[in-house]
């Protein structure tokens, strides 16, 4: 119970310091994240450099920094859209004809049968390389498991009493909609998002890690390693930073996300 | 019998669905591509006519109204025609099929690496300290990038230690860690499932029957819990060979191995559809075939399902994490 307190406690301050490069770089880069100097290229962490610099002798430290806009924000926001699309989608669904319900549902079922990152994989092939579609890309991979949340949560608040009274007092379908059903599902994505948003930023950074997202010089973690790739037998620190801070967000978001649904479980027991 | 004709009907019928349902997407894949297809495909270098453009796209059947292309499309695949690549002028099924060797070595190692760790873990590691150990690996494997654990076992037992080659296929010994690599967040899901199982399984009545019969902890998780554990287990395992050709991409780049990963990659960057169709197509033929199996494989570990008929599922939301 101790140590779940104390991690949860760590990942809300790991996120924290996470925000906080992402909203504020400079406060904390020690380095212009962009200025090369070769006279110090490949240098090992150490005072100057705290986590060392790479070929073209940056500042690891402070690309790291900076790469958390990056980063972070793409799973973020591709988390969100997941979410809205989700909603709106599930929801319609959940209150549509049998035949159209069962149509989308199938539909997603094959869409959940294969896994997040192909599909991202997939979807940049199509449309092609670059961030706005990376981060697409990562949407439509998630959006299914929301659509399908959404879809049966509605279904239950359709016929639960706060919902028929709201419809026997003569409030319109769109209105019981907005304010007595969407809020209540929006909650329970919400919960699976905080977890969900994990899965989002691994499958945006592999996507970079390939080359199909951000480009060179931007700082991004995942670029960030696969630059790394090439002098790992002299300078792992190139590649090693940006892969903790993925794990470590990417873990943050995790604890944060199964306490909360232990909560609201436990809540609803 | 009845209930094994629409087990047989059931699977049929979804095989069938997947299948046309993916050559349909590989085929929207080449009508939605923003812009051009002849024009992304010559590259936007290329000065080419116009004339001589339309003649590519005479050629590829471009031209055609999408209904006709469509209809073409789907008839090739069941004569297993998959296609030209626009960029190595090859048959798409040319081009997998010289790289699906080094891709099939790499997963299916893993899988085996994958099983025989989440076996190991969730059988041993069942209680007290080694539990929550084995718990946390698990959390950190689960969040650590594949690509990056990777990078580290590179930098740890190559660059390091040097006790594997760092890259390139020659030797068996190269296959080692990038097959570990592509295992490892495997076997952490389903060792997961595997142990929430069989900790269900000893909850249930019938344990308790066994136990009284003066059966041991060790006897009861191999003849029993192991059993009704490997149910959810399977459903997962199925559900993780596709997640391992999407890692195969990553792995193969990090250590610089030829293979399928490789070829989808350079086709993705180069636009090469044909050869992505090709490898959509790949995939979902693996997905019914190992669905199909599975499906034929269930019954033989829960003999309850043998009155149900059969439908490919996904795992529960919460599994795939």
Redesign the interface.
């Known amino acids: 119970m101790i140590a779940r307190r104390t991690a949860l406690i760590l990942a809300v301050m790991f996120l924290a310091a996470v925000a906080l490069a992402a909203l504020f770089p400079d406060a904390l880069a020690t380095h212009d994240p962009l200025r090369a100097d070769v006279r110090s290229a490949l240098e090992a962490p150490g005072a100057a450099h705290l986590f060392g610099t790479d070929q073209s002798g940056r500042d690891v430290f402070s690309r790291v920094v900076h790469g958390a806009g990056r980063s972070v924000g793409i799973g973020l926001l591709a988390t969100l859209l997941a979410v809205a699309v989700g909603l709106v989608l599930g929801s319609l669904s959940g209150v549509a004809p049998r035949l159209l319900d069962s149509a989308a549902m199938r539909a997603t079922d094959i869409l959940l049968a294969f896994p997040e990152f192909l599909i991202a994989l997939i979807v940049v092939a199509v449309l092609g390389p670059g961030p706005v579609n990376v981060a697409i890309a990562v949407t439509i991979a998630a959006v299914p498991v929301y659509i399908r949340l959404a879809r049966t949560q509605t279904r239950t608040l359709r016929i639960a009493e706060h919902v028929e009274a709201a419809r026997i007092l003569g409030v319109g379908p769109v209105r019981t909609f907005t304010r007595h059903v969407a809020p209540a599902v929006l909650g329970s994505l919400s919960v699976l998002a905080t977890i969900g948003i994990g899965s989002s930023i691994l499958a945006a950074a592999g996507l970079s890690f390939l080359g199909l997202g951000p480009s060179e010089p931007a700082p991004e973690w995942g670029l960030m390693l696969s630059g790394g790739r090439n002098v790992l037998g002299r300078a792992w620190w190139i590649s090693v930073f940006p892969g903790l801070a993925i794990t470590l967000t990417v873990i943050s978001a995790t604890v944060i996300g199964r306490s909360l649904r232990a909560r609201v479980e436990g809540r609803r027991a | 019998m009845r209930h094994a004709l629409i087990r047989t009907a059931g699977i049929a019928a979804s095989a069938v669905?997947?299948l046309w349902?993916a050559a349909t997407?590989a085929f929207l894949?080449f009508r939605?591509?923003?812009g051009d297809a002849v024009s992304v495909m010559l590259g936007p270098q290329a000065k080419v006519s116009e004339a001589v453009k339309a003649g590519v796209r005479a050629e590829l059947g471009l031209d055609r109204p999408p209904l006709e292309q469509y209809v073409s499309y789907v008839g090739g695949l069941l004569r297993g025609d998959l296609g030209t690549s626009y960029q190595l002028r090859m048959p798409v099924s040319e081009v997998i099929g010289r790289q699906l060797g080094p891709t099939l070595q790499l997963t299916v190692l893993a899988l085996l690496i994958a099983i025989l760790i989440a076996l190991v873990v969730a059988l041993l590691a069942r209680r007290g300290l080694a539990r929550?150990v084995v718990v946390t690996g698990e959390?950190?494997v689960?969040?650590?990038?594949?690509?990056?654990i990777g990078?580290?076992l590179?930098?740890v037992f190559a660059?390091g230690l040097g006790w594997f080659p760092?890259a390139g296929t020659r030797s068996p010994a190269t296959v080692v860690l990038p097959a570990l690599t592509l295992a490892l967040p495997v076997s952490a899901l389903i060792s997961q499932v595997l142990r929430d199982g069989i900790d269900e399984a000893e909850r249930q009545p019938f344990a308790e029957t066994v136990r009284s019969r003066g059966a041991g902890p060790a006897r009861l998780v191999l003849r029993h819990s192991l059993r009704h554990g490997a149910a959810g287990a399977l459903t997962l395992t199925a559900?993780?060979i596709?997640?391992l050709?999407?890692?195969a991409?990553?792995v193969e780049?990090?250590f610089a191995r030829p293979g399928l990963g490789r070829v989808?990659?350079t086709?993705?960057?180069d636009?090469d559809?044909p050869v992505?169709a090709g490898v959509?197509m790949l995939?979902a033929a693996v997905?019914v075939v190992v669905n199909v199996v599975v499906e034929l494989l269930h019954p033989l570990i829960d003999p309850r399902l043998r009155v149900r008929p059969a439908a490919?599922?996904?795992p529960a939301?919460e599994e795939?994490?």
């Not at chain 2, 689960?142 to 990056?148: C, G, H, Q, R």
């Open positions: 669905l997947v349902g997407l894949a939605i591509i923003p929550a959390l950190i689960l969040s650590s990038p594949v690509f990056w990078i580290v590179l930098a660059f760092v559900y993780l596709g997640s050709l999407g890692g991409v990553l780049t990090v989808t990659l086709a993705i960057v636009r559809l992505v959509i995939s997905f490919f599922e996904a939301i795939r994490r």
